[in-house]
């Protein structure tokens, strides 16, 4: 059974960067999409990215100009940078396979708040 | 920016049968692409309920059916349980937007 694993600081000063990493274990990292999900708390699930093992990605037009997701395939992770960030970008922070167009496995996700 | 739009809730007694809709548009359901369904329990993540339209993962009870048509899809809960209280979201693939995109989100609430 694949699990998802969400790690990084829960706390994040306005104007800096927000890094996360997710850690794929029970299978690897190759052959699939990734992606990063988030959802403010009590609203709505927001699409942020995705990224092939290999490293081609795709980003939420929305988000895409402070947006990197990266792949670490000799540690099967996979990473999420969100730059300039303010207090409309906390939220739980998902990571979740692809397969077909669906987010089939997830990890718990981690709640991250901008505040100073 | 949701571009999927879901009522925000639907409610029924124990048994009875709910449907949520997933309304969007040529540039997404009405396009071909497929609709899968999550399911949110309270303070946890999304689970996938249903995918491609309306299969289900091993483990999903057979109570819950998906469909489309057109530009909409819907979620049916069949002889509904306490347990089905969470909220549900539907997604899809946007052309426009090139990336996915899900629904506003439906709380069912068992009464």
């Known amino acids: 059974q694949v699990q998802l694993q969400e790690s990084g600081p829960g706390l994040v000063k306005p104007s800096e960067t927000l890094s996360l990493t997710c850690t794929v274990s029970?299978?690897?990292?190759?052959?699939?999409?990734w992606t990063w999900i988030r959802q403010p708390p009590g609203k709505g699930l927001e699409y942020i990215g995705d990224?092939?093992?290999?490293?081609?990605?795709n980003y939420n037009p929305s988000l895409k100009s402070r947006v990197t997701i990266s792949v670490d395939t000799s540690n099967n992770q996979f990473s999420l940078r969100l730059n300039s960030v303010t207090a409309a970008d906390t939220a739980a922070y998902y990571c979740?396979?692809?397969?077909?167009?669906?987010?089939?496995?997830w990890g718990q996700g981690t709640l991250v708040t901008v505040s100073s | 920016q949701s571009v999927l739009t879901q009522p925000p809730s639907v409610s029924g007694a124990p048994g009875q049968r709910v449907t949520i809709s997933c309304t969007g548009s040529t540039s997404n359901i009405g396009a071909g692409y497929d609709v899968n369904w999550y399911q949110q329990l309270p303070g946890t993540a999304p689970k996938l309920l249903i995918y491609g339209i309306s299969d289900r993962p091993s483990g999903v009870p057979v109570r819950f059916s998906g469909s489309k048509s057109g530009t909409s899809a819907s979620l049916a809960i069949t002889g509904l349980q306490a347990e089905d209280e969470a909220d549900y979201y539907c997604?899809?693939?946007?052309?426009?937007?090139?990336?996915?995109?899900f629904g506003t989100g439906t709380k069912v609430t068992v009464l």
């Open positions: 979740a396979r692809v397969r077909v167009g669906s987010f089939d496995f």
């Open positions: 990224i092939y093992y290999s490293g081609s990605t």
């Open positions: 997604q899809s693939y946007d052309t426009s937007l090139s990336g996915y995109v």
């Open positions: 029970g299978g690897s990292i190759s052959n699939y999409y």
